[in-house]
């Protein structure tokens, strides 16, 4: 059973358009992330919720809309795609939020968006 | 802010030997925890090895270990007897717990060669 999916897996779209990745994690885990990694490989965290509430939002353009309909589930939109949203997008789940420790963080396999 | 380095972009051996990867990280918190993640081509992220700051004793996963140097602030990730299924990306993280993030390094393409 997969632990943490993504739909789409590959993404292939025009400028301007409007797509959504979605993503499933069923482990029981309270808290979602979603991470960017660029043409270099290079990783980086956009979102993360806990609890379906909004915990870390970084410098990300407000073209970038997560939602989180329930506990399993946590959707990125995108709006007015750009060449420069070209990347991998890795949604990633883990137990409860806990401010003086860690839980493993487990990755779904990946959204390949292409943006021509 | 906090920081994770890589410096070698990329690393080749032969099946069979050992090979460490480097890592330095910067962080200004008392408690932080580090990784190594391994990115096959699959693109799956996989966790390889963690180490808890206020543990001494470096860890190890089978043929996985790291030095960590915590007043150097290094983290470097050694591979014993390689094998072809190790090819990977590799990547050094720190998690900040200020911020609840992870901050990756740039991370270490490693090729076995048969």
């Known amino acids: 059973d997969t632990a943490v999916s993504q739909t789409p897996k590959y993404l292939v779209t025009q400028m301007g358009n409007d797509k959504s990745i979605k993503c499933e994690q069923n482990?029981?885990?309270?808290?979602m992330y979603w991470y960017k990694q660029d043409s270099k490989k290079f990783l980086k965290i956009m979102f993360s919720?806990?609890?379906?509430?909004?915990?870390i939002n970084e410098t990300v353009p407000n073209r970038f809309s997560p939602k989180s309909p329930d506990k399993a589930h946590l959707n990125l939109h995108i709006n007015s795609l750009e060449l420069g949203d070209s990347a991998v997008y890795f949604c990633a789940s883990s137990h409860t939020y806990i401010p003086s420790g860690y839980n493993e963080q487990f990755f779904g396999p990946g959204t390949r968006l292409t943006v021509l | 802010a906090q920081t994770v380095t890589q410096s070698q972009p990329e690393m080749s051996v032969q099946e069979a030997e050992t090979v460490t990867l480097s890592c330095t990280y910067d962080?200004?918190?008392?408690?932080?925890?580090l990784f190594w993640y391994k990115q096959p081509p699959s693109r799956q992220m996989i966790l390889v090895i963690r180490q808890e700051a206020y543990k001494q004793q470096n860890a190890t996963e089978n043929r996985f270990s790291v030095n960590f140097q915590k007043a150097a602030k290094s983290f470097s990730l050694k591979i014993s007897d390689s094998q072809l299924g190790d090819t990977a990306m590799y990547f050094c993280a720190s998690w900040i717990q200020g911020a609840q993030k992870l901050v990756f390094g740039q991370g270490t393409r490693l090729t076995i060669n048969p």
């Open positions: 919720y806990n609890n379906k509430e909004l915990i």
């Open positions: 962080t200004s918190e008392s408690n932080y925890y």
């Open positions: 482990l029981g885990h309270d808290t």
